[in-house]
């Protein structure tokens, strides 16, 4: 990568509070930008719009997606924006290219009787199992995003008074209601299970591996799946399905989509509605009822 891209990560680190998953994407996406360039023997300051339509092009014969090429077209125009402010540039390549248009697919989410076999598969007799058991629990019952989890510290928890303090995108915190069935069973592996993992090593975490580290992304995602082949569930489900779940079971219980809104930690609203377009239960038994061809 240039020294302009290394720049700008630290910037978007620094200033913007981007989260680790979101500046290990904009380093591929800029990587795979800057070889472009290379291969084209073409300098970043001396890039034209026409160029650009060379990279898009050579994106899609690649075979990928539209939102694909938009999220790294993103990356390039923020790269640019960023040396146009910083004076290192005195125009802007990518201000008159079309982005393509991202297309919005609909959130798979779990039916509420799968959300219940999953966060509840796992073999609470055993410590692994009880761990499990408490992140599941954790997740459904907040909507958190996986990274919001593993990063959970001790002190971001008070199950007395029934909320967790989550730390979003953008560093920014918000407070989620932790009901009685969760906050149980996370206190239950906080006393029986978290303190045979930190004798030697605490990070603090929340939720640790037997060494005491944070808990990996990677594990996260294996907790998921162990349950789910305990519960029997088909299907590639991860850990997105139960916020994506937490969201859509909200709105079909009667919960005001701004509230969902704020537990979600969406900073806007139109990122929230599209649960909203997700078919309730009552929805299905209406149609099949009155549907002549249901």
Same mark, same amino acid.
């Given at each position: 990568?240039?020294?302009?891209?290394?720049?700008?990560?630290?910037?978007?680190?620094?200033?913007?509070?981007?989260?680790?998953?979101? !500046?290990?994407?904009?380093?591929?996406?800029?990587?795979?930008?800057?070889?472009?360039?290379?291969?084209?023997?073409?300098? !970043?300051?001396?890039?034209?719009?026409?160029?650009?339509?060379?990279?898009?092009?050579?994106?899609?014969?690649?075979? !990928?997606?539209?939102?694909?090429?938009?999220?790294?077209?993103?990356?390039?125009?923020?790269?640019?924006?960023?040396?146009?402010?910083?004076?290192?540039?005195?125009?802007?390549?990518?201000?008159?290219?079309?982005?393509?248009?991202?297309?919005?697919?609909?959130?798979?989410? !779990?039916?509420?009787?799968?959300?219940?076999?999953?966060?509840?598969?796992?073999?609470?007799?055993? @410590?692994?199992?009880?761990?499990?058991?408490?992140?599941?629990?954790?997740?459904?019952?907040?909507?958190?995003?996986?990274?919001?989890?593993?990063?959970?510290?001790?002190?971001?928890?008070?199950?007395?008074?029934?909320?967790?303090?989550?730390?979003?995108?953008?560093?920014?915190?918000?407070?989620?209601?932790?009901?009685?069935?969760?906050?149980?069973?996370?206190?239950?592996?906080?006393?029986?299970?978290? @303190?045979?993992?930190?004798?030697?090593?605490?990070?603090?975490?929340? /939720?640790?591996?037997?060494?005491?580290?944070?808990?990996?992304?990677?594990?996260?995602?294996?907790?998921?799946?162990?349950?789910?082949?305990?519960?029997?569930?088909?299907?590639?489900?991860?850990?997105?399905?139960?916020?994506?779940? /937490?969201?859509?079971?909200?709105?079909?219980?009667?919960?005001?989509?701004?509230?969902?809104?704020?537990?979600?930690?969406?900073?806007?609203?139109?990122?929230?509605?599209?649960?909203?377009?997700?078919?309730?239960?009552?929805?299905?038994?209406?149609?099949?009822? /009155?549907?002549?061809?249901?």
């Amino acid at each position: 990568m240039t020294e302009a891209v290394v720049e700008y990560l630290g910037a978007l680190q620094t200033e913007q509070g981007a989260s680790r998953n979101t !500046l290990a994407a904009y380093r591929r996406d800029l990587t795979d930008f800057t070889e472009f360039l290379r291969r084209a023997r073409c300098a !970043l300051p001396n890039l034209a719009p026409d160029d650009l339509v060379v990279y898009l092009d050579g994106l899609r014969r690649r075979g !990928l997606r539209p939102s694909s090429v938009a999220r790294r077209m993103s990356a390039v125009r923020g790269l640019y924006r960023h040396l146009l402010r910083s004076g290192a540039l005195d125009r802007d390549p990518t201000e008159y290219v079309e982005i393509p248009r991202r297309g919005r697919s609909l959130p798979r989410t !779990l039916s509420l009787e799968a959300a219940t076999a999953l966060v509840e598969a796992p073999d609470t007799t055993e @410590p692994r199992g009880l761990r499990d058991r408490a992140i599941l629990e954790l997740l459904y019952a907040t909507g958190m995003r996986a990274s919001e989890c593993l990063d959970l510290k001790l002190e971001d928890l008070n199950l007395q008074a029934g909320y967790v303090v989550c730390t979003g995108k953008g560093r920014t915190q918000r407070l989620v209601p932790v009901g009685a069935e969760a906050a149980a069973w996370v206190a239950r592996y906080m006393k029986e299970v978290r @303190p045979r993992h930190t004798g030697r090593r605490d990070s603090g975490r929340l /939720f640790v591996n037997p060494r005491g580290g944070r808990l990996s992304r990677q594990s996260l995602w294996v907790v998921v799946r162990r349950a789910a082949a305990r519960a029997g569930l088909r299907g590639r489900l991860s850990p997105h399905m139960l916020r994506h779940s /937490f969201a859509s079971h909200l709105l079909q219980g009667g919960a005001d989509l701004r509230s969902v809104q704020a537990m979600l930690g969406h900073a806007d609203i139109a990122t929230t509605q599209i649960y909203t377009h997700l078919p309730t239960a009552a929805l299905t038994r209406m149609y099949r009822r /009155f549907h002549p061809r249901a």
